[in-house]
């Protein structure tokens, strides 16, 4: 099993910044794609950032970002600590919502695993 724990959520001015950080224990497949993912007061869960390590010819790890954190958010994996980060720069209030870091897996079956932190509110507020 993986365990996920999220920390560094809080309130913060627009504008502010924040650094998540996701401690992760247990079976780290170095294929597995972790990120984070967000859910605002009424509204669906969605993907903020996803990061995935390069494979054996591409050694570079893999981004992806949702268009409306681009130029912001920064995602990070610190394969020696188990620990995946998100810096989040010019916080808006539209950006307030819970976040969950997550882990992506897909078996050599097709069978599609993925394991969730406890989430960590970020409130961006005047």
């Known amino acids: 099993q993986v365990q996920l724990v999220e920390s560094g959520g809080g309130l913060v001015q627009p504008g502010g910044s924040l650094r998540l950080s996701c401690a992760a224990s247990g079976s780290i497949w170095r294929s597995d794609a972790m990120g984070w993912y967000r859910q605002a007061p009424g509204k669906q869960r969605e993907l903020v950032a996803t990061?995935?390590?390069?494979?054996?010819?591409?050694?570079?790890?893999?981004?992806n970002y949702a268009d409306s954190v681009k130029g912001r958010f920064t995602i990070s994996r610190d394969n020696a600590k188990n620990t995946v980060y998100l810096q989040m720069n010019s916080l808006k209030p539209e950006d307030t919502a819970v976040y969950y870091c997550?882990?992506?897996?897909?078996?050599?079956?097709?069978?599609?695993?993925?394991?969730w932190g406890q989430g960590t509110q970020v409130t961006v507020s005047s």
């Open positions: 990061i995935r390590s390069g494979g054996t010819t591409n050694y570079a790890d893999s981004t």
């Open positions: 997550n882990v992506d897996r897909t078996t050599v079956i097709g069978l599609r695993k993925q394991y």
